[in-house]
């Protein structure tokens, strides 16, 4: 007899079904406790800065602007933003590495550590003048974290540098834009390369807490320099903190007291140019002036003094020395145009600068060929101040 392949039974008859699968028929499933080994893994939660933000604690009235608490001048008022992009741009020798070392000598007195990325100099100079503004030699071994890369960054760069970014590390330092671009493969001529290094190097280290410093040059031009440094105007512009000119007025030297007037380009949170002075004629606001006196003994003293308010009417004192200077070199008197090509700097200033010494009697006047006027010097003049040298 044939059976039913589907039943087991012959045709036409009930099937017949061994009773351990009957069993099997009525048992209920058995709920897994975690998925077969060949289904996929759950996908991981993907970050996303794209999420609508939450507007309460302003719309609340409990949000608090941005305060500058790294930096101090003399005063107390301070110039960095913690968490925030910062530049100072000059011309060599204006003292940036100083002004940022004496930053860094402020944070490590306080107890903080600062992290410094040096793309130009190397280890001996910026510890000589750590030492030289009195940090203790153990201070700077525990919490002065030197790094001269020369190499590619990436996730191999970010997890050497990312255990030195936390508390209590406060200030980090970017020295030389142009170099560590190169490093970079990047132009700083270029807005996308710079707006791509700022996003790779300066705002990861911002995100990580400490107030960032880019030390960086200026155009060697000065009537077309701007108010950023060399390159794309995106170095000011990506900029979320502060932006710094240094203006020298007396170079560095050894047994010589350097100076330099620190003047604001660019300040986002709007905390620090309300401590500075309007700049006269045209010039950026005043912040402070950055002096540095070498020692006998080789330390060197750092101060930040807040600007003084001047009283009377502006005198472009340095610019008044220049021609002066023009004057007294000069084999005959100058007209405005001879003393314009003589001395640099914008044609406004220097024509304020020597009608000033003019109304002061340092200066005769004279009728030449042509309508010229003829300047003669009558009195050289000294700088007694440099309360105008904003103008030069």
């Known amino acids: 007899m044939t059976l039913d392949p589907y039943t087991g039974a012959p045709p036409g008859e009930p099937a017949q079904l061994d009773p351990t699968v009957m069993r099997l028929l009525h048992t209920p499933p058995i709920a897994e406790d975690h998925p077969p080994h060949d289904a996929p893994a759950p996908a991981p939660p993907v970050h996303t800065t794209w999420q609508r933000v939450d507007l309460a ?11 500058a608490t790294i930096g101090r001048r003399d005063d107390g008022a301070g110039m960095f933003y913690p968490g925030r992009l910062h ?4 011309e060599p020798e204006a003292m940036k590495t100083w002004l940022a070392l004496t930053t860094a000598a402020a944070e490590l007195a306080l107890g903080n550590a600062v992290v410094y990325l040096d793309f130009e100099d190397e280890e001996g100079g910026i510890v000589s003048r750590l030492l030289a503004l009195g940090t203790p030699a ?36 970017i020295d030389g834009v142009t170099e560590a671009m190169g490093l970079f493969g990047l132009k700083p001529k270029d807005d996308t390369d710079v707006a791509g290094f700022w996003r790779i190097l300066p705002r990861w280290l911002a995100e990580q807490g400490p107030a960032v410093l880019l030390l960086d040059h200026v155009n060697k031009d000065r009537e077309n320099r701007g108010r950023w440094a060399t390159g794309s105007q995106h170095k000011l512009s990506g900029l979320n903190g502060c932006a710094y000119l240094l203006e020298n007025i007396t170079p560095l030297a050894p047994g010589q007291r350097g100076k330099s007037r620190v003047r604001v380009a660019k300040d986002r949170p709007g905390q620090v140019r309300k401590h500075a002075l309007p700049g006269s004629g045209g010039a950026l606001h005043w912040f402070a002036d950055f002096v540095v006196e070498p020692q006998p003994d080789g330390s060197a003293l750092a101060s930040l003094p807040a600007p003084i308010e001047r009283e009377g009417p502006f005198r472009p004192t340095a610019l008044m020395l220049k021609v002066s200077d023009a004057l007294a070199a000069a084999p005959e008197p100058l007209s405005v145009r001879g003393v314009l090509d003589r001395v640099p700097g914008k044609q406004e200033a220097v024509r304020r600068a020597l009608a000033t010494l003019v109304d002061e009697g340092n200066v005769t006047v004279t009728p030449g060929a042509r309508g010229a006027q003829l300047h003669t010097l009558r009195r050289p003049f000294t700088n007694d101040g440099d309360a105008g040298q904003a103008a030069a």
């Open 57 to 67: 604690p302003v719309l609340s009235g409990h949000y608090t602007p941005p305060e």
């Open 138 to 173: 153990a201070t700077i071994e525990e919490r002065f974290h030197y790094f001269r890369p020369d190499g590619p960054f990436g996730d191999p760069g970010r997890a050497a540098l990312a255990p030195y970014l936390t508390a209590p590390t406060t200030f980090a330092v």
């Open 87 to 90: 530049s100072i741009f000059a």
